[in-house]
Protein backbone atom coordinates (compact mmCIF):
# COMPACT_ATOMS: atom_id res chain seq x y z
CA UNK A 1 0.00 0.00 0.00
CA UNK A 2 3.10 2.48 0.99
CA UNK A 3 3.78 1.91 -2.82
CA UNK A 4 0.80 2.68 -4.02
CA UNK A 5 0.27 6.07 -2.16
CA UNK A 6 3.91 6.67 -3.23
CA UNK A 7 3.28 5.99 -6.83
CA UNK A 8 0.01 8.67 -6.69
CA UNK A 9 2.12 11.01 -6.21
CA UNK A 10 4.64 10.46 -9.05
CA UNK A 11 3.49 13.65 -11.42
CA UNK A 12 3.33 16.13 -8.42
CA UNK A 13 7.14 15.05 -8.09
CA UNK A 14 8.21 15.46 -11.68
CA UNK A 15 6.51 18.24 -12.14
CA UNK A 16 8.90 19.77 -9.51
CA UNK A 17 12.09 17.58 -11.04
CA UNK A 18 12.25 16.04 -7.31
CA UNK A 19 14.58 12.81 -6.67
CA UNK A 20 11.55 10.88 -5.64
CA UNK A 21 12.55 7.49 -4.01
CA UNK A 22 11.01 4.32 -2.11
CA UNK A 23 12.74 1.80 -0.46
CA UNK A 24 11.35 -1.34 1.03
CA UNK A 25 12.25 -5.00 1.44
CA UNK A 26 10.82 -7.34 -1.55
CA UNK A 27 8.89 -9.13 0.56
CA UNK A 28 5.80 -7.57 2.23
CA UNK A 29 5.13 -6.39 5.60
CA UNK A 30 2.20 -7.76 7.06
CA UNK A 31 0.41 -4.89 9.64
CA UNK A 32 -2.69 -4.86 11.53
CA UNK A 33 -4.30 -1.74 10.78
CA UNK A 34 -6.94 0.63 9.28
CA UNK A 35 -6.22 0.83 5.75
CA UNK A 36 -8.30 4.56 4.58
CA UNK A 37 -6.43 5.77 8.16
CA UNK A 38 -3.24 4.90 6.97
CA UNK A 39 -3.73 6.10 3.75
CA UNK A 40 -4.44 9.51 5.17
CA UNK A 41 -1.17 9.38 7.20
CA UNK A 42 0.73 9.04 3.99
CA UNK A 43 -1.06 11.06 2.02
CA UNK A 44 -0.45 14.22 4.26
CA UNK A 45 3.20 13.90 4.94
CA UNK A 46 4.57 13.00 1.29
CA UNK A 47 2.15 16.09 0.37
CA UNK A 48 3.70 18.41 2.98
CA UNK A 49 7.13 17.30 1.98
CA UNK A 50 6.01 17.76 -1.45
CA UNK A 51 4.56 21.00 -0.76
CA UNK A 52 7.62 22.32 1.30
CA UNK A 53 10.63 20.96 -0.43
CA UNK A 54 11.78 23.01 -3.35
CA UNK A 55 12.34 22.24 -7.49
CA UNK A 56 15.28 19.69 -8.03
CA UNK A 57 14.80 18.77 -4.12
CA UNK A 58 14.91 15.20 -2.72
CA UNK A 59 12.04 13.02 -0.68
CA UNK A 60 13.01 9.14 0.20
CA UNK A 61 10.52 7.00 1.81
CA UNK A 62 11.78 3.65 3.35
CA UNK A 63 9.98 1.06 5.39
CA UNK A 64 11.71 -1.51 7.33
CA UNK A 65 10.51 -3.78 10.12
CA UNK A 66 11.90 -4.91 13.21
CA UNK A 67 11.34 -8.27 14.95
CA UNK A 68 8.22 -6.49 16.73
CA UNK A 69 7.49 -3.49 14.86
CA UNK A 70 7.02 -2.02 11.28
CA UNK A 71 8.82 1.48 10.54
CA UNK A 72 8.55 4.01 8.19
CA UNK A 73 10.97 7.35 7.37
CA UNK A 74 9.35 10.05 4.94
CA UNK A 75 12.50 12.41 4.44
CA UNK A 76 13.07 15.41 2.76
CA UNK A 77 15.19 18.68 1.97
CA UNK A 78 13.01 20.97 2.11
CA UNK A 79 12.45 23.96 3.99
CA UNK A 80 12.33 22.07 7.71
CA UNK A 81 10.44 23.30 10.87
CA UNK A 82 12.52 26.19 13.30
CA UNK A 83 13.78 23.96 16.69
CA UNK A 84 10.84 26.20 18.94
CA UNK A 85 8.00 24.58 17.47
CA UNK A 86 8.31 20.43 18.81
CA UNK A 87 5.76 19.10 19.66
CA UNK A 88 3.46 21.93 18.80
CA UNK A 89 3.55 20.75 14.82
CA UNK A 90 1.15 18.35 15.80
CA UNK A 91 -1.16 20.75 17.85
CA UNK A 92 -4.78 21.38 15.98
CA UNK A 93 -4.76 24.12 13.38
CA UNK A 94 -0.86 24.91 13.94
CA UNK A 95 0.34 26.65 11.31
CA UNK A 96 4.33 26.72 10.46
CA UNK A 97 5.23 30.73 9.37
CA UNK A 98 8.25 30.68 6.65
CA UNK A 99 9.60 32.97 4.63
CA UNK A 100 8.00 31.08 1.86
CA UNK A 101 4.69 30.91 -0.49
CA UNK A 102 4.50 27.74 1.07
CA UNK A 103 3.32 27.97 4.87
CA UNK A 104 1.16 25.83 7.21
CA UNK A 105 0.77 22.07 8.04
CA UNK A 106 -3.25 23.17 8.84
CA UNK A 107 -5.25 20.30 10.76
CA UNK A 108 -3.28 17.49 8.28
CA UNK A 109 -0.60 16.77 11.32
CA UNK A 110 -3.16 16.88 14.06
CA UNK A 111 -5.14 14.34 12.11
CA UNK A 112 -2.05 12.17 11.71
CA UNK A 113 -1.20 12.65 15.13
CA UNK A 114 -5.05 11.07 16.04
CA UNK A 115 -4.61 8.27 13.66
CA UNK A 116 -1.04 7.07 14.64
CA UNK A 117 -2.20 7.30 18.55
CA UNK A 118 -5.80 5.35 17.46
CA UNK A 119 -2.97 2.96 16.22
CA UNK A 120 -1.16 2.51 19.59
CA UNK A 121 1.65 3.70 17.02
CA UNK A 122 4.67 6.34 17.03
CA UNK A 123 5.44 9.45 15.10
CA UNK A 124 8.39 11.64 15.67
CA UNK A 125 10.05 13.87 13.21
CA UNK A 126 13.43 15.40 13.04
CA UNK A 127 14.23 18.40 11.04
CA UNK A 128 16.71 21.46 10.53
CA UNK A 129 15.23 24.82 9.37
CA UNK A 130 16.39 24.92 6.15
CA UNK A 131 17.83 22.15 5.56
CA UNK A 132 15.02 19.47 5.74
CA UNK A 133 12.60 17.12 7.90
CA UNK A 134 12.39 13.43 8.29
CA UNK A 135 9.40 12.11 10.11
CA UNK A 136 9.34 8.53 11.87
CA UNK A 137 6.12 6.10 12.21
CA UNK A 138 6.72 3.31 14.17
CA UNK A 139 3.96 1.10 14.11
CA UNK A 140 3.41 -2.44 16.90
CA UNK A 141 3.18 -5.97 15.24
CA UNK A 142 0.28 -8.28 16.12
CA UNK A 143 -2.80 -7.05 17.78
CA UNK A 144 -2.70 -7.20 21.06
CA UNK A 145 -2.36 -3.39 21.31
CA UNK A 146 -5.92 -3.37 19.86
CA UNK A 147 -7.31 -5.00 23.07
CA UNK A 148 -10.83 -5.60 22.96
CA UNK A 149 -11.54 -4.07 19.66
CA UNK A 150 -12.81 -6.36 16.47
CA UNK A 151 -10.15 -7.65 13.86
CA UNK A 152 -11.49 -8.71 10.58
CA UNK A 153 -8.75 -11.53 9.25
CA UNK A 154 -10.94 -12.48 6.38
CA UNK A 155 -10.21 -9.70 4.10
CA UNK A 156 -7.94 -9.90 0.85
CA UNK A 157 -4.53 -8.66 1.92
CA UNK A 158 -3.39 -7.68 -1.78
CA UNK A 159 -3.46 -3.74 -2.30
CA UNK A 160 -2.52 -3.95 -6.23
CA UNK A 161 -6.15 -5.50 -8.12
CA UNK A 162 -6.25 -6.01 -11.49
CA UNK A 163 -9.37 -3.90 -13.02
CA UNK A 164 -11.54 -7.60 -12.89
CA UNK A 165 -10.90 -8.16 -9.41
CA UNK A 166 -11.67 -4.31 -8.35
CA UNK A 167 -15.15 -4.21 -9.85
CA UNK A 168 -16.55 -7.40 -8.26
CA UNK A 169 -16.90 -5.69 -4.60
CA UNK A 170 -18.65 -3.98 -4.25
CA UNK A 171 -21.13 -4.72 -6.75
CA UNK A 172 -22.82 -1.52 -8.75
CA UNK A 173 -26.45 -2.07 -9.34
CA UNK A 174 -27.05 1.00 -11.55
CA UNK A 175 -30.15 1.54 -13.07
CA UNK A 176 -30.08 3.13 -16.28
CA UNK A 177 -29.25 0.65 -19.08
CA UNK A 178 -26.11 2.05 -20.32
CA UNK A 179 -24.88 2.67 -17.35
CA UNK A 180 -25.39 -0.30 -16.26
CA UNK A 181 -23.91 -2.33 -19.56
CA UNK A 182 -20.50 0.01 -18.90
CA UNK A 183 -17.47 -1.22 -17.80
CA UNK A 184 -16.05 2.45 -16.82
CA UNK A 185 -16.28 3.08 -13.11
CA UNK A 186 -19.17 5.80 -12.85
CA UNK A 187 -18.48 9.27 -11.29
CA UNK A 188 -20.75 11.56 -8.83
CA UNK A 189 -19.57 15.28 -8.86
CA UNK A 190 -21.84 17.22 -6.35
CA UNK A 191 -20.60 20.63 -7.01
CA UNK A 192 -23.47 23.84 -7.19
CA UNK A 193 -20.81 26.03 -8.95
CA UNK A 194 -21.28 25.76 -12.59
CA UNK A 195 -17.72 26.48 -13.47
CA UNK A 196 -16.10 24.32 -10.77
CA UNK A 197 -18.89 21.42 -11.79
CA UNK A 198 -17.73 21.65 -15.61
CA UNK A 199 -13.97 21.56 -14.52
CA UNK A 200 -14.04 18.56 -12.36
CA UNK A 201 -16.47 16.61 -15.28
CA UNK A 202 -13.98 17.43 -18.26
CA UNK A 203 -10.76 16.10 -16.24
CA UNK A 204 -12.75 12.64 -16.05
CA UNK A 205 -15.24 12.63 -19.10
CA UNK A 206 -12.88 11.18 -21.12
CA UNK A 207 -12.27 7.70 -19.03
CA UNK A 208 -14.93 7.27 -16.75
CA UNK A 209 -18.30 7.95 -16.87
CA UNK A 210 -19.49 10.73 -15.06
CA UNK A 211 -22.89 12.39 -13.36
CA UNK A 212 -23.63 15.28 -12.06
CA UNK A 213 -25.55 16.81 -9.63
CA UNK A 214 -25.82 20.66 -8.39
CA UNK A 215 -27.33 20.11 -4.40
CA UNK A 216 -26.70 17.89 -1.71
CA UNK A 217 -30.12 16.80 -1.56
CA UNK A 218 -29.61 16.03 -5.49
CA UNK A 219 -26.73 14.14 -4.65
CA UNK A 220 -28.28 12.27 -2.90
CA UNK A 221 -31.17 11.34 -4.84
CA UNK A 222 -28.54 10.32 -8.09
CA UNK A 223 -26.75 8.72 -5.45
CA UNK A 224 -29.66 6.16 -4.37
CA UNK A 225 -30.51 6.39 -8.00
CA UNK A 226 -27.39 5.08 -9.97
CA UNK A 227 -25.30 3.88 -7.26
CA UNK A 228 -22.33 5.76 -8.20
CA UNK A 229 -18.45 3.87 -7.96
CA UNK A 230 -17.12 6.90 -5.70
CA UNK A 231 -18.79 10.75 -4.93
CA UNK A 232 -16.68 13.64 -5.13
CA UNK A 233 -18.53 16.43 -3.37
CA UNK A 234 -18.03 20.17 -2.38
CA UNK A 235 -18.40 21.19 1.50
CA UNK A 236 -20.63 24.59 0.95
CA UNK A 237 -23.74 24.44 -0.94
CA UNK A 238 -26.65 26.55 -0.50
CA UNK A 239 -29.11 24.02 0.40
CA UNK A 240 -27.31 21.50 2.69
CA UNK A 241 -23.53 20.85 3.33
CA UNK A 242 -21.32 17.95 1.74
CA UNK A 243 -20.94 17.10 5.45
CA UNK A 244 -24.80 16.05 5.57
CA UNK A 245 -24.37 14.49 2.34
CA UNK A 246 -21.30 11.91 3.08
CA UNK A 247 -23.03 11.72 6.76
CA UNK A 248 -26.40 10.30 4.88
CA UNK A 249 -24.30 8.13 2.56
CA UNK A 250 -22.17 6.80 4.91
CA UNK A 251 -24.93 6.00 6.98
CA UNK A 252 -26.98 4.47 4.59
CA UNK A 253 -26.64 0.22 4.29
CA UNK A 254 -26.79 0.68 0.36
CA UNK A 255 -24.55 3.44 -0.08
CA UNK A 256 -21.93 3.58 2.28
CA UNK A 257 -19.52 1.14 0.63
CA UNK A 258 -18.85 4.48 -1.83
CA UNK A 259 -16.03 6.38 -1.43
CA UNK A 260 -16.59 9.81 -0.55
CA UNK A 261 -13.98 12.94 -1.59
CA UNK A 262 -14.94 16.31 -0.32
CA UNK A 263 -13.16 19.28 -1.90
CA UNK A 264 -12.63 22.20 1.06
CA UNK A 265 -11.75 25.38 0.77
CA UNK A 266 -8.21 26.07 2.59
CA UNK A 267 -8.68 27.76 5.30
CA UNK A 268 -12.07 25.67 6.32
CA UNK A 269 -9.91 23.32 8.68
CA UNK A 270 -12.63 22.70 10.97
CA UNK A 271 -15.05 21.29 8.23
CA UNK A 272 -11.78 19.15 7.17
CA UNK A 273 -11.79 17.52 10.85
CA UNK A 274 -15.71 16.86 10.61
CA UNK A 275 -15.20 15.29 7.02
CA UNK A 276 -12.99 12.83 8.52
CA UNK A 277 -15.38 12.30 11.30
CA UNK A 278 -18.34 11.80 9.14
CA UNK A 279 -16.44 8.47 7.14
CA UNK A 280 -15.09 10.72 4.37
CA UNK A 281 -12.39 9.02 2.05
CA UNK A 282 -10.42 11.87 1.26
CA UNK A 283 -10.58 15.28 1.24
CA UNK A 284 -8.87 17.90 -1.06
CA UNK A 285 -8.03 21.30 -0.64
CA UNK A 286 -9.56 24.10 -3.56
CA UNK A 287 -7.88 25.16 -5.50
CA UNK A 288 -6.56 21.56 -6.68
CA UNK A 289 -4.21 20.74 -9.63
CA UNK A 290 -6.34 18.39 -11.37
CA UNK A 291 -3.20 15.80 -11.21
CA UNK A 292 -3.72 15.51 -7.37
CA UNK A 293 -7.90 14.75 -7.85
CA UNK A 294 -7.35 12.08 -10.33
CA UNK A 295 -4.61 10.48 -8.27
CA UNK A 296 -6.48 10.37 -5.20
CA UNK A 297 -9.64 9.48 -7.16
CA UNK A 298 -7.79 6.14 -8.46
CA UNK A 299 -6.54 5.51 -5.33
CA UNK A 300 -9.80 5.73 -3.63
CA UNK A 301 -11.30 3.60 -5.88
CA UNK A 302 -8.81 0.68 -5.66
CA UNK A 303 -8.44 0.45 -2.33
CA UNK A 304 -11.35 -0.14 0.84
CA UNK A 305 -11.12 -0.33 4.19
CA UNK A 306 -9.37 -3.40 5.55
CA UNK A 307 -8.06 -3.85 9.22
CA UNK A 308 -5.10 -6.60 7.98
CA UNK A 309 -3.24 -5.11 5.21
CA UNK A 310 0.66 -5.48 3.25
CA UNK A 311 2.28 -2.04 3.27
CA UNK A 312 4.80 -2.78 0.82
Same mark, same amino acid.
Given at each position: ?????????????????????????????????????????????????????????????????????????????????????????????????????????????????????????????????????????????????????????????? %??????? $????? /? #? *???? &??? @? +???????????????????????????????????????????????????????????? %??????? $????? /? #? *???? &??? @? +??????????????????????????????????????????????????
Amino acid at each position: MCKEVHISFSGQATLKNLNYQFKCPYTPIELYADKEKIQAILYNLISNAIKFTKPYGEINMQLWETENTVELSIKDNGIGVDPHVKEKLFDRFFQVKENSSASGFGIGLYLVKQFMDQHGAKISYESTAGSGTTFFLSFRKGKSHFGNLTIYEDVPSE %TFQTEDQ $AKLSP /P #T *LKTD &PNL @L +LSTQDLILIVEDNENIREYIQGIFKHDHLVITATSGKEGLEQAIKHLPDIIISDIMMEDS %TGLELCS $AIKNN /P #T *LGHI &PVI @L +LTALSDAENRLKGTQCGADDYITKPFEKELLMARLKLCLKTGPTPAIFLQ
